[in-house]
């Protein structure tokens, strides 16, 4: 999925028709965007920053950014970049359900499936989302009952 995802915003950026920029523009944005996140995150993060400092409008390079920080833990900094994919797509079904997963990182399980619902009401065919929500909501009442 995310190979697609990257094959559709490589063929956008090469055709310069949603983005228009200068070749060069366009071919840094295409070579980080085939940065391996899940592998060298430091490189990743470093890549995505340079595609947010020359192309500060795209929202794919900040989901990208936040990511490569969740990735590596660093959830502040993956919720500080969804909130700027947001600013630029509300719509953006894969920062929603990102939101979720770094808040049940944080096992804040509620903020968790409040995004998870959201993402739905965007893209009501994420299934592992739904399975996501199942699985905080289980979590959330077992919690609850250690509490009382």
């Known amino acids: 999925m995310l190979r697609t995802l990257l094959a559709s915003i490589a063929l956008t950026l090469a055709a ?9 523009s366009r071919a840094e944005a295409l070579a ?12 990743a993060v470093a890549a ?9 409008d795209f929202a794919e ?4 950014r936040a990511t490569a ?4 833990g660093e959830y502040r900094q993956s919720l500080s970049d969804c909130d700027e994919v947001v600013k630029r797509n509300p719509y953006h079904f894969g920062a929603l359900s990102g939101y979720g997963q770094i808040y049940f990182q944080m096992q804040d399980y509620e903020k968790a499936m409040a995004w ?8 009501p065919n994420m299934v592992e989302v739904e399975i996501n929500i199942e699985g905080a909501e289980q979590l959330l009442k077992e919690k609850r009952g250690r509490s009382t």
């Open 16 to 24: 310069g028709a949603a983005f228009p920029a200068p070749p060069a």
């Open 32 to 43: 980080a965007l085939e940065h391996p996140v899940t592998e060298r995150r430091a490189e």
């Open 48 to 56: 995505f920053s340079e595609v947010i400092r020359s192309r500060p």
């Open 61 to 64: 390079g900040w989901n990208k």
């Open 69 to 72: 920080h969740y990735l590596a």
């Open 116 to 123: 998870w619902r959201r993402a739905l009401e965007v893209n």
